[in-house]
């Protein structure tokens, strides 16, 4: 995965905020090399992600899957097949045309990563530019990690492009890895991979 966005798409309302949604829903851009992860492997994250027979209480909230092309409508439809069968029951989660994506207010991006206001800063200081802070595969990652989403191995495979500086890399490093933290460990060279 290259890089995410949080956003609104799926409805009618022109320029939707926040606080005026309209007919859209809260949505999830996701920008991929295909040399590196499928479209089928993003489907599985996304199942993975959450129990897609729940029905949501709000337009806003459901799930739902927006295919750019045939193929990915087609690959999509087969994953939902394939979870209905695996779930022995029906499944909520709608497949829909792609339409327009608006961006969510900055306040919503990378919102595990705003929650860490030292890392928060070094970025911001990194990407004095929204649209690059919104743009960097970095700040996507660190995002993810922030959030649970990664492991101490993976994150010692990438911790050297990610732009940190020193206490940055300790301080991602005692969130993500807090077993090596307690035991003293680091991530830098001198630490073993296992």
Known sequence: MLRTRVGYTGGSTENPTYHNLGDH????????????????????????????????????????IFPHDDEQKTLAIGSRSREAARRNGKIATEILPASRFYLAEAYHQKYALRGRSELLKEYEAIYPSFGDFLASRAVTRVNGYVAGYGTCESLRGEL??????????????????PHDAKKGKSIGAACPAG
Request: proline share 7%; hydrophobic share 35%; glycine share 6%.
């Open 25 to 64: 829903m809260e949505t999830v851009e996701v920008d991929f090399d295909p040399s590196v992860i499928s479209y089928g492997k993003l489907l599985d994250v996304f199942w993975a992600s959450h129990d897609p027979r729940e029905r949501p209480w709000r337009r806003q909230y459901m799930s739902a």
């Open 160 to 177: 050297d492009g990610l732009g940190l500086s020193p206490a940055g890399r300790k301080r991602l490093e005692d969130i993500v890895c």
